[in-house]
């Protein structure tokens, strides 16, 4: 049995929308930013980036993926929105699970995250940089994704309905 992998921007719902799908696949839930957290001793993610910068982080972020991706137990797992640029990180992901890009609009995403206080990516402003990285991202979310899942006028609940039917799809 596969891992269900949610990949996206920040604020694309990978957080509460893999919560529910854990529930609803009655599966134990990961967020890969929780691991890296765990792996800096319990720094969060902004002392993280403030102390070691964005290699830092990165490192620990694929760390992270080796250690989540071989769970035998079969996980919801919720990516961090950069995850998926790597290409080591592409590869386990997408051979030990199902991957789904959830999508929307940079401009619902920035309604989303609100002024972005605890992601150091959206310091300059959080619609400037996520269009910035949806045009850095893209190619390699698409790399990534066996299916895409477009989050803009559902609510969580019919999110993660979307998603757990799509999986189903790859489920033997
Ligand atoms: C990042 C997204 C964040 C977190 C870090 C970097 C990114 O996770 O990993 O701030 O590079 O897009 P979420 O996508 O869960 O917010």
Redo the contacts with the bound molecule.
């Keep these: 049995m596969k891992h269900l992998v949610l990949i996206?921007?920040?604020?694309?719902g990978?957080?509460t929308v893999g919560r529910l799908c854990a529930q609803k696949l009655d599966r134990d839930f990961v967020?890969?930013?929780d691991v890296?957290i765990a792996l800096a001793g319990g720094a969060p993610?902004?002392e993280i980036?403030a102390v070691g910068g964005?290699k830092h982080?990165r490192e620990l972020?694929r760390s992270a993926i080796a250690d989540i991706a071989a769970s035998p137990a079969p996980l919801v797992i919720?990516?961090?929105?950069?995850?998926a640029?790597d290409a080591q990180n592409r590869r386990r992901l997408q051979r030990s699970g199902v991957v789904v890009w959830l999508q929307a609009p940079v401009a619902v995403l920035a309604e989303r995250?609100g002024n972005g206080a605890?992601?150091?990516?959206?310091a300059g402003g959080p619609l400037a940089a996520l269009t910035r990285?949806e045009a850095a991202?893209e190619a390699a979310y698409e790399a990534a994704a066996d299916v895409t899942i477009d989050t803009e006028d559902r609510d969580v609940e019919a999110v993660a309905d979307a998603v757990a039917a799509a999986f189903a799809g790859f489920e033997p």
């Excluded at 605890?118 to 959206?122: A, C, G, M, V």
């Design positions: 996206g921007l920040m604020g694309a990978k957080t967020d890969t930013d890296v993610v902004e980036f964005e982080f972020e919720a990516c961090g929105g950069g995850t640029v995250v605890t992601r150091p990516l959206l990285l991202r």
